[in-house]
T-cell receptor, first 112, second 117 residues
Framework: DAKTTQPNSMESNEEEPVHLPCNHS???????IHWYRQLPSQGPEYVIH???SNVNNRMASLAIAEDRKSSTLILHRATLRDAAVYYC?????????????FGKGTLLTVNP | NAGVMQNPRHLVRRRGQEARLRCSPM?????VYWYRQLPEEGLKFMVY????????ESGMPKERFSAEFPKEGPSILRIQQVVRGDSAAYFC???????????????FGAGSRLTVL
């Protein structure tokens, strides 16, 4: 998987929006952008993924830059339950893309 | 509609004993992946299996570790002669599709936490 860069940590207040950035300047045309999160003492949890267009689901929104070299995960109203490590991962089609490669991610702290 | 089920959730073993971790994938999923997370470290890929086949075990330590996914029953990650360095959280994930799609989403279990005394 191509490399992604995320801030080590971010902080937010409860009920405020959170924008988690991810840079992936070496992304290729067939790479999907995936986000997973890992709550304390739990397994990773899928959040959202996209290829070129912005995506929305019940958990979050994914905004993808026009050149696809960066993306932003948006939590519209953070809750205490959103405190987790958030991982931005690129997945190509075919090859060995099943090796979902986790970096260090961004540790999100949500203040009450 | 149960998710990925892992057991045991916690396992304590003494050095030299064997550890067996089980993973039942989501219903309809035939692809299983094992990951390990050492204390204060990131998740590392270990092995990818389909029913009765090991597709990629490049992340598995060469000795003492083995994995299987039989035609019937759960996937098993087996660690023989455990050492303290094997203490970690072991996560299993499953998916309905294999490597062909970049949109492939993995569903993870809650993990099995192995402690070696």
């Amino acid at each position: 998987d191509a490399k992604t860069t995320q801030p080590n940590s971010m902080e937010s207040n409860e009920e405020e929006p959170v924008h988690l950035p991810c840079n992936h300047s070496t992304i290729s045309g067939t790479d999907y952008i995936h986000w997973y999160r890992q709550l304390p003492s739990q397994g990773p949890e899928y959040v959202i993924h996209g290829l070129t267009s912005n995506v929305n689901n019940r958990m979050a929104s994914l905004a993808i830059a026009e050149d696809r070299k960066s993306s932003t995960l948006i939590l519209h109203r953070a809750t205490l339950r959103d405190a987790a490590v958030y991982y931005c991962i690129l997945r190509a089609s075919g090859g060995s893309n099943y090796k979902l490669t986790f970096g260090k991610g961004t540790l999100l702290t949500v203040n009450p | 509609n149960a998710g990925v089920m892992q057991n045991p959730r916690h396992l304590v073993r003494r050095r030299g004993q064997e550890a067996r971790l089980r993973c039942s994938p989501m219903k309809g999923h035939s692809h299983v992946y094992w990951y390990r997370q050492l204390p204060e470290e990131g998740l590392k890929f270990m092995v990818y299996l389909q029913k009765e086949n090991i597709i990629d075990e490049s992340g598995m330590p060469k000795e003492r570790f083995s994995a299987e996914f039989p035609k019937e029953g759960p996937s098993i990650l087996r660690i023989q002669q455990v050492v303290r360095g094997d203490s970690a959280a072991y996560f299993c994930a499953s998916s309905p599709q294999g490597a062909s799609s970049g949109a492939n989403v993995l569903t993870f279990g809650a993990g099995s936490r192995l402690t070696v005394l």
